[in-house]
């Protein structure tokens, strides 16, 4: 092969390169401002969450909520599908701290997300909600505040103090020097309010939303702010996660103004 081939392969290979440069850079520079996506890029998923399988650990009260805000997500995400997992925040706790796959993980109080710094992101409080007294619909033994609950003839059911809304009832009740001798205590919230539903206790103490859910089933008491207490929603990434951008962008979309809305119309607080 002639020295004047080489060269002549040798300069296209140059302009060839020069050409592309620009080019990479380009597209470089639109990934930067728009997050990888064409157009205003202010509603397109960022870089890596697309198609993403996530699963969410979330505290028991925010059911009804999440189910609405996990379809609207899903809907201005394409391919992207979430599984929620509710529970009691104790028992999500466990769940974490026993290596099971997910990828979020939202409490109903601060105290439980605050115990698992070394297995989250940094959390980020989404909600907030206070308690309510749930009687049985038409509420036919006349309760209408804390002190009431300290009747032995009313079958009263709390949640157990190791649960945040539990935990929450004890202090309000402490702090008002009224003691309650409760048929049971239960796992969660849902569980306290369902033996209200059924008939199966007179009285419970739960959060708003919970009671607002099941209104026609059960009465809610007000409880004044000044005795009552106010629950805080953190949520956080767990740092096991295998789609770490997809749960990031979830957990940051729960403080948007589309998501806050779902929340408050379930009743919650802002944060």
């Known amino acids: 092969m002639s020295l004047t081939t080489n060269r002549r392969r040798a300069a296209a290979a140059l302009v060839t390169a020069a050409l592309l440069v620009p080019l990479s850079a380009c597209g470089s520079d639109d990934s930067k401002k728009d997050g990888g996506a064409k157009g205003t890029g202010s509603s397109a998923p960022a870089a890596g969450t697309e198609g993403a399988e996530l699963t969410v650990l979330a505290a028991s009260s925010l059911t009804d909520a999440f189910k609405t805000a996990g379809a609207a997500y899903e809907k201005a995400h394409p391919g992207t599908k979430i599984t929620f997992s509710f529970a009691g925040s104790q ?65 009263v059911v709390l ?24 048929v049971s205590q239960e796992p969660n919230v849902r569980a306290v309010l369902s033996k209200v539903e059924l008939g199966e206790a007179d009285a419970g103490l739960v959060y708003k ?11 809610a008491v007000d409880i004044p702010d000044a005795q009552n207490a106010v629950a805080s929603y953190p949520a956080a990434t767990l740092k096991t996660s295998r789609n770490a951008e997809a749960a990031a962008a979830f957990v940051a979309w729960l403080s948007t103004p589309e998501a806050q809305k779902i929340l408050q119309d379930a009743g919650f607080q802002q944060p």
Do not use: C, F, W
């Open 91 to 155: 028992e999500l706790a466990a769940q974490v701290k026993q290596g099971a796959p997910a990828d979020a993980l939202v409490t109903a109080d601060t105290k439980t997300m605050d115990g698992l710094e070394t297995d989250t992101g940094t959390p980020t409080v989404i909600a907030r909600n206070r308690l309510v007294i749930a009687t049985a619909k038409g509420n036919p033994h006349k309760v209408g505040a804390l002190k009431d609950l300290a009747d032995t003839k009313l079958k």
């Open 209 to 219: 939303t919970d009671a607002s859910h099941a209104a026609g089933k059960v009465d």
């Open 159 to 182: 949640a157990a103090p190791e649960v945040p809304v539990g935990r929450y009832s004890k202090k309000i009740l402490d702090a008002q020097k009224i003691v309650v001798k409760p």
